[in-house]
T-cell receptor, first 112, second 106 residues
Framework: DAGVTQSPTHLIKTRGQQVTLRCSPK?????VSWYQQALGQGPQFIFQ???????QRGNFPDRFSGHQFPNYSSELNVNALLLGDSALYLC???????????FGPGTRLTVL | KNEVEQSPQNLTAQEGEFITINCSYS?????LHWLQQHPGGGIVSLFM???GKKKHGRLIATINIQEKHSSLHITASHPRDSAVYIC????????FGKGTKLSVKP
């Protein structure tokens, strides 16, 4: 049983570009959350998707958007990249109604 | 002030020492996670607890809901325990502390 997978593992972009990160949830999970972890900080909640809709959102600008597909996989899109968007982006999945989240290995984004 | 505070931020111990990491939070929660993050980023959930105490091997986690405080203890610490330990509370979604970086020297 594969756990949560994310792609790519590393990514380098320049300011102003756009990026798409991908996440496949653990088998049987239908809810996907995305988190941003800056260096030396704890993760910060970006948003959560369930039934292909954004259900909750943290304090992130509209440049951060997402999508969930019918197979429960999810994408995180960031437009007009800023240097400050450099971080580890973590995806976590769970069954709706369950508290325990399972984390993917993360995608490390570097913006130059 | 962060909603979840951890202490200490950094901790260096000798192999075999008893380790305690503390977490205080200021919001009402349904449960609390202790997570372990190794270099490279992968996060593993160690415990989820909403009351009392849980034990898994050399790891023990306690929570006091009234005092809004939780502790993670590691007995007989080992260099392979070196990692960042993160406390996260469940309030709708997860609210994370900044983590405690533990280094256990042989």
């Amino acid at each position: 049983d594969a756990g949560v997978t994310q792609s790519p593992t590393h990514l380098i972009k320049t300011r102003g570009q756009q990026v798409t990160l991908r996440c496949s949830p653990k088998s049987g999970h239908d809810t996907v959350s995305w988190y941003q972890q800056a260096l030396g900080q704890g993760p910060q909640f970006i948003f959560q998707y369930y039934e292909e809709e954004e259900r909750q959102r943290g304090n992130f600008p509209d440049r951060f958007s997402g999508h969930q597909f019918p197979n429960y996989s999810s994408e995180l899109n960031v437009n007009a990249l800023l240097l400050g968007d450099s971080a580890l982006y973590l995806c976590a999945s769970r069954r709706q109604g369950a508290d325990t989240q399972y984390f993917g290995p993360g995608t490390r984004l570097t913006v130059l | 002030k962060n909603e979840v505070e951890q202490s200490p931020q950094n901790l260096t111990a000798q192999e075999g020492e008893f380790i305690t990491i503390n977490c205080s939070y200021s919001v009402g929660i349904s449960a609390l996670h202790w997570l372990q993050q190794h270099p490279g980023g992968g996060i593993v959930s160690l415990f989820m607890l909403s009351s009392g105490k849980k034990k898994h091997g050399r790891l023990i986690a306690t929570i006091n809901i009234q005092e809004k405080h939780s502790s993670l203890h590691i007995t007989a610490s080992h260099p392979r325990d070196s990692a960042v330990y993160i406390c996260a509370v469940i309030k709708g979604n997860l609210i994370f502390g900044k983590g405690t970086k533990l280094s256990v020297k042989p």
